[in-house]
């Protein structure tokens, strides 16, 4: 009998069985395909391999180092179907003892999307590895004071309740959803804005890295805008000083609304960055040059090339959708910026 008179048999007699020979055929494919060998590292270079197309070599370079030194010494011949999440844990434990925080939630991320890799390539069933926040050490935040990210619910609901100016809490908001440094915040004119494009075009001059930073507007973030419209009260800038419409608020202002609420010591504003960084790091499967972007890190990863050419510009705008959901979800909808009408 030939090769397609057997198939032609086959299928007949699963259709006489009430079985979709269809769906009988993709389930042997995907038992062929996970009863092979698939290891972490040949899943992790299969991954890797799709990765480099998306990303700066720069970026694959940062990648592979992390797999070689951290993931494949201790992981890389275990079938990923095998893999449990305390495996994992006990590979990061000898990064953790020294002291090496940062290292560890980015290994963590790459990871977990090795494995999300495996789940959506039929490898296996789910990913067994969470965001592990509670597992390790936190990095620390150098001199900036920064409020652990359990607690950041706490922390929007003191704010929206608190005696703050109006125009200090759309301030705290808008630069929390847009993760931008506080002279970048404080210094925002409304010539920056494109409500039509949904983007602030934050300029070289007034940028950290001295590049032109295009920046995703989320609905959050305008609404934000809308409300601060209110209270600028015909000023250039967005948010201008309390004494003077011709200048910004000064960039330590929050610092000091944090103080006089008694979190001096263990909120700042360049907190916010942190907060940021250490949710998408730890919660989500962002691309860490996205991430990195977002930050306006230029001295890491190759940001530099993602700048000039504003390669990641639509992932950016997806990873700041998902904080800024993130962040109202926490509160579920209190916001300052809810309770000035617009």
């Given amino acids: 009998m030939s090769e397609a008179r057997k198939v032609v048999s086959?299928?007949?007699?699963?259709?006489?069985?009430?079985?979709?020979?269809?769906?009988?055929?993709?389930?042997?494919?995907?038992?062929?395909?996970?009863s092979a060998s698939n290891t972490v590292k040949q899943i992790g270079e299969m991954w890797l391999a799709k990765a480099s197309?998306?990303?700066?070599?720069?970026?694959?370079?940062?990648?592979?180092?992390?797999?070689?030194?951290?993931?494949?010494?201790r992981l890389g011949a275990i079938p990923v179907s095998e893999i449990k999440s305390s495996m994992l844990i006990d590979a990061m434990r000898p990064l953790e003892k020294q002291g090496k925080l940062e290292t560890v939630t980015r290994t963590v991320a790459l990871f977990r999307r090795l494995m999300n890799f495996a789940v959506n390539n039929e490898y296996i069933d789910h990913?067994?590895?969470?965001?592990?926040?509670?597992?390790?050490?936190?990095p620390k935040r150098g001199n900036f004071?920064?409020?652990?990210?359990?607690?950041?619910?706490?922390?929007?609901?003191?704010?929206?309740?608190?005696?703050?100016?109006?125009?200090?809490?759309?301030?705290?908001?808008?630069?929390?959803?847009t993760l931008t440094r506080s002279r970048e915040s404080t210094g925002a004119r409304w010539e920056e804005f494109s409500f039509e494009e949904q983007v602030w075009y934050l300029p070289a001059e007034r940028a950290k890295n001295r590049l032109m930073h295009k920046i995703p507007l989320t609905s959050e973030v305008v609404s934000i805008l809308k409300a601060a419209k209110q209270l600028s009260r015909g000023?250039?800038?967005?948010?201008?000083s309390r004494t003077s419409l011709r200048k910004p608020v000064h960039s330590e202002t929050l610092n000091a609304a944090f103080k006089r609420m008694g979190l001096g010591g263990?909120?700042?504003?360049?907190?916010?960055?942190?907060?940021?960084?250490?949710?998408?790091?730890?919660?989500?499967?962002?691309?860490?040059?996205?991430?990195?972007?977002?930050?306006?890190?230029?001295?890491?990863?190759?940001?530099?090339?993602?700048?000039?050419?504003?390669?990641?510009?639509?992932?950016?705008?997806?990873?700041?959708?998902?904080?800024?959901?993130?962040?109202?979800?926490?509160t579920h909808g209190l916001t300052s910026y809810s309770t000035i009408d617009i």
């Fill in 127 to 138: 990913n067994p590895i969470g965001s592990m926040i509670d597992v390790f050490d936190k």
């Fill in 145 to 177: 004071a920064c409020i652990d990210i359990s607690e950041l619910p706490d922390l929007l609901t003191m704010v929206v309740q608190s005696t703050m100016r109006p125009a200090n809490k759309l301030l705290f908001e808008f630069q929390l959803h």
């Fill in 235 to 240: 000023s250039e800038y967005v948010f201008p």
């Fill in 266 to 330: 263990k909120m700042t504003a360049h907190g916010t960055r942190s907060l940021g960084s250490t949710t998408l790091y730890e919660r989500t499967d962002f691309e860490s040059v996205v991430i990195e972007a977002l930050l306006s890190h230029t001295d890491r990863d190759g940001i530099r090339d993602a700048y000039n050419r504003n390669k990641f510009f639509q992932k950016r705008k997806q990873a700041l959708e998902w904080w800024s959901k993130h962040i109202v979800g926490l």
């Fill in 53 to 73: 197309t998306r990303v700066v070599e720069k970026t694959t370079q940062g990648y592979r180092q992390k797999l070689n030194k951290h993931i494949y010494p």
């Fill in 10 to 34: 086959e299928f007949r007699r699963l259709r006489a069985q009430g079985q979709d020979p269809s769906v009988v055929q993709r389930a042997r494919k995907i038992q062929l395909k996970r």
